[in-house]
Structure formats: C-alpha cells, structure tokens
C-alpha cells in the first residue's frame, strides 16, 4: 500500500469521528485546547487500536465480524446519540451535570470512549480486509491514528465556535449527528453491499 493510499483511508475513515467531535464541541461550554487534545486522543487513539483488532480477527475469522461491524457501531451510536438528543428536549434546562453524554463543562470518559468505539467500528472492518493484502499494518494504524488525532481535536475546537451559536440546540444537533452516523453506517453494509 503507498503512503498516498494509506494517507486517504486514513481521512475517510477519520471523518465519523471528526463528525462526532464537531458535534462534542458544539455543545461543550468553551471547550480549550486541552478538551480538544483529551477528545482528539480518545477518538485517535481507538481509531490506532480498531484496525490492528480487525487485522488479528481478520486472521482467524473474518467473516463472522464484517456480518455484525454495522450493527455494533449502530447500537452503539443509537444509544450515546439517543441520550443526547433525549437530554437536549427532556432533560433540565438548569441541568450543570458535566457527566452528560458529551455536553456540559467537559465529555465524561466512558460516552467519550463508546463514541470513539462507536465511530471506529468501520476502521477494524478495515483492518479485517487488510489481513488480506499485503501491508505494514504499524504504519498504517498509526497513521490513521495521527490523522483521526488532528481532525479530531480541530473538530472540537471548531465546534466550540458553533455551540454559542446553537445554544442547547447543539446537544440536540449532536445527538442527531450521532444517530445519522449510526444510520449511515448501517445503511451502507445492508442496502449498498
């Protein structure tokens, strides 16, 4: 695989997670510099560990996870994407709670992770079709790990511009983004295949 293959598989697989920490910071209060780096990581970092995953089940027993990858990332973003929308209309308007699925002073770790999960579900389907073709499977996870890393971080930041803009909307909007995610992903390996 040359660097230039590698670098755009990278950015289209980065993009659901870019997407998500838009969103992350849309409804963040003034996400900083650090927020943006602590999302960026997480998103990063599990979309470095998702392929080399894929890649070792890709070895034993591909066929099984690339039937099921669809459903996970969409339950999964159903459930992180769903409680966000469900808090932007039902929950407390006064509500200051910094644990909430992404809104609030900072992202709580654990809806961070499942949504970083969540968004890297395609990247170890990736990983598994790598098992296949001959590839130096390091380089390019870390790769796609440095630019999930960057678009990530930039998308927090970015957000951060749109949430004043949006006010609670952006919660809303967020959550909605999550569940469009899930849907697309889903959509894609049941209709498109």
């Known amino acids: 695989m040359t660097f230039a293959t590698a670098l755009i598989l990278a950015f289209s697989l980065s993009m659901d997670s870019f997407a998500a920490a ?28 998702m392929p080399l995953i894929g890649f070792a089940l890709g070895l034993t027993f591909a066929t099984v996870v690339q039937e ?8 999964l973003l159903l459930g992180v994407g769903g409680k ?16 909430r699925a992404g809104c609030g ?9 499942l949504t970083a999960v969540a968004t890297s579900i395609d990247a170890a389907a990736v990983g598994v079709s790598l098992a296949v073709v001959d590839v130096d499977i390091v380089s390019v996870c870390l790769l796609i790990g440095a ?3 960057g ?11 749109a ?5 609670r909307r952006a919660e809303l909007i967020g959550g909605l983004g999550l569940v469009a995610i ?10 498109w295949v």
């Open 68 to 75: 099921v990858d669809h459903w996970i990332a969409f339950l």
């Open 182 to 191: 899930g849907v697309k992903i889903l959509a894609e390996h049941t209709l």
């Open 22 to 49: 838009l969103g992350t910071g849309a409804c963040l209060r003034r996400p900083g510099l650090w927020e943006a780096v602590r999302v960026g990581a997480c998103f990063g970092g599990v979309q470095l560990a």
């Open 163 to 167: 949430g004043p803009l949006l006010g």
């Open 147 to 149: 630019v999930t890393f």
């Open 105 to 113: 002073g900072r992202t709580a770790l654990g809806p961070l992770m």
């Open 84 to 99: 966000m929308v469900w808090e932007s209309l039902f929950g407390d308007d006064g509500e200051e709670d910094a644990d």
């Open 151 to 161: 678009l990530s971080s930039g998308g927090v930041l970015m957000g951060r511009a």
